[in-house]
């Protein structure tokens, strides 16, 4: 009986027929649990991947630029990079080489020249209704020009009104390192209610300009900057008229001095004109002058040596870069400065800058096709300090990139230096006395990069492998575009922890920084979330 019990209840169990309704329903939800399962895996690993590559991607809590660290012998430095250095300062340690604080100028010299330059929220108004909001010095931006003498001592008053840190660097001027103004680095920054004094001797004549260099993407393009006229011992030429002329972009638009419209500049027939101009944006613009010919006079503050008369060259200005143009007024009609942004087909139809009297006419702009200015053939030789047959101590390659990725914990692009990001870039060690090569190379699509050296001026040797034709060029700031490389040289005659930068601050805030450093330099500054000095 219980056999057949047995029998008659296994025969009455119905098996799901294959393929049957039931079946189906069960494999719809296998494959519904594996879908999930994958995408939960998906998760988990993007996840991971995006929270490691913010997590290593931060700036530590302290990193200490000195050279000094617990490093008594400096012959294996070139095997390290200044994230290894910083980690061994991670405490703020100093090391016990030469202070940073010590790279100073005199206390006093035969001429003192004193200012005072307020950090202070002002509400700016550009013209045509426009207005913004914006950081200022002395309620001004541009903040007020500083006109001094060659040779005098320079000493500047920074006072901080605002809520948060700020500093001053003096872009092109070959200061000490005390002042350079770089948070972090030469001096933390100064925070709000605070005073802080720049002391440097003015060397070299020429155009200048100061900006922030705590967050100075931010700063910078919020309004902190101004520029800097160092007027020659002995003058070489005659300007009747002398004007400072610093582009930036408010609201969208391009400005000259801080107007949306027409800058007017008072001239008469006859007179020699020098304008000087600054780009503090971040990117390239074009320029010509229409209504006679025209000399570049100087680059980045520098002469150059017999400049040759120019009709509607463009000129392209990049971030950071100055030109100073010379031009003789003509008989009739005034003289206009046209711009256009990078890019554009054809120049703005209002001149950005009208020079002396009457209507000036439009109708037929000049062409931005036609070759711009190379300053690699431009001017006269003459014989130079540094040249391509020179003995060169040292030389590095410099390659410009740029990736996806992570840069101080935010997701985006990464600009980089020989495939590293600050403050993991590989650093430049010099030693006083040296002559540096350094060769820039952009081999990718990365952008356009204005390379800017702090503390010194660079000679510019060659351009995409061919050496310059015409006169002499020394820089502080060298545009190199995409496929484009050049040779510049200097003399390590300034003792100290310097940057070199991309001054797209864009650029630079994601990365594209590195340290040029004088062996045994301490500081007992650092950079990082806990000291809140982030000088890019």
């Known amino acids: 009986m219980k056999n057949q019990r047995e029998t008659e209840q296994q025969e009455s169990v119905i098996e799901p027929q294959v393929g049957g309704p039931v079946a189906k329903k069960q494999k719809r939800k296998k494959l519904v649990k594996r879908f999930l399962l994958g995408v939960l895996c998906f998760l988990l690993i993007v996840g991971g991947g995006i929270g490691w590559g913010m997590w290593s991607s931060r700036y530590p809590e302290r990193i200490n630029m000195g050279t000094a660290c617990h490093t008594e012998d400096m012959k294996d430095m070139k095997d390290m990079n200044m994230s290894d250095m910083g980690s061994m300062c991670q405490a703020g340690h100093s090391g016990s080489g030469t202070p940073i604080d010590t790279l100073q100028a005199p206390q006093t010299a035969a001429h003192i020249d004193t200012f005072t330059l307020t950090a202070q929220p002002a509400h700016l108004s550009f013209g045509s209704g426009n207005a913004s909001d914006a950081w200022t010095f002395n309620g001004t931006s541009p903040g007020p020009t500083l006109h001094v003498r060659q040779g005098d001592l320079v000493m500047v008053h920074l006072v901080n009104h605002l809520s948060f840190g700020v500093t001053i660097h003096w872009h092109g001027m070959t200061v000490p390192n005390s002042a350079d103004g770089v948070a972090g680095v030469t001096q933390d920054a100064v925070k709000p209610g605070q005073t802080y004094t720049y002391r440097f001797l003015a060397k070299d004549a020429g155009t200048y300009w100061y900006h922030s260099h705590q967050e100075s993407f931010e ?18 030429v005659h300007d009747d008229v002398d004007t400072a002329l610093a582009l930036h972009t408010w609201n969208s638009s391009p400005t000259l001095n801080g107007a949306m419209g027409t800058v007017h500049v008072s001239a008469q027939s006859g007179q020699w ?41 463009p000129l392209s200005i990049d971030g950071g870069q100055r030109y100073d143009l010379r031009f003789h007024m003509p008989e009739n009609g005034p003289v206009a400065l046209l711009i256009a942004k990078d890019g554009d087909q054809q120049y703005a139809k209002a001149p950005v800058v009208l020079v002396g009297q009457g209507q000036y006419v439009s109708s037929a702009l000049p062409s931005l096709s036609q070759n711009e ?3 690699a053939t431009y001017g006269q030789p003459r014989t130079d300090p540094i040249t391509l047959q020179s003995h060169f101590d040292m030389t590095y390659t410099i390659s410009l990139g740029f990736t996806i990725g992570f840069s101080n914990s935010r997701p985006g692009p990464v600009f980089t230096l020989n495939g590293k990001s600050f403050p993991n870039s590989p650093e430049i060690v010099v030693k006083p006395g040296q002559l540096i090569r350094l060769h820039f190379e952009n081999n990718a699509d990365s952008g356009i990069h204005p390379m800017h050296l702090h503390g010194h001026t660079f000679t510019v040797l060659t351009k995409n492998g061919r050496a310059l034709a015409g006169s002499p060029v020394h820089l502080d700031t060298i545009s190199v575009r995409p496929h484009e490389s050049y040779d510049v040289a200097f003399y390590a005659d300034n003792p100290g922890l310097w940057m070199l930068h991309c001054h797209n601050l864009f650029h630079a805030n994601h990365g594209m920084d590195m340290m040029v450093v004088y062996p045994n330099i301490s500081t007992p500054y650092t950079i990082g979330n806990a000291s809140e000095n982030f000088p890019d």
């Open 273 to 313: 004109v020098r304008l000087r101009l600054v780009n503090t944006d971040n990117y390239p613009y074009h320029l010509t002058l229409v209504g006679t010919p025209f000399l570049v006079a100087a680059l980045d503050g520098h002469d150059i040596n017999g400049p040759t008369p120019l009709t509607a060259v």
């Open 219 to 236: 700063q910078t393009g919020h309004g902190l900057y101004g520029m800097v006229i160092v007027t020659p011992i002995i003058s070489t």
């Open 373 to 375: 200015f190379n300053f």
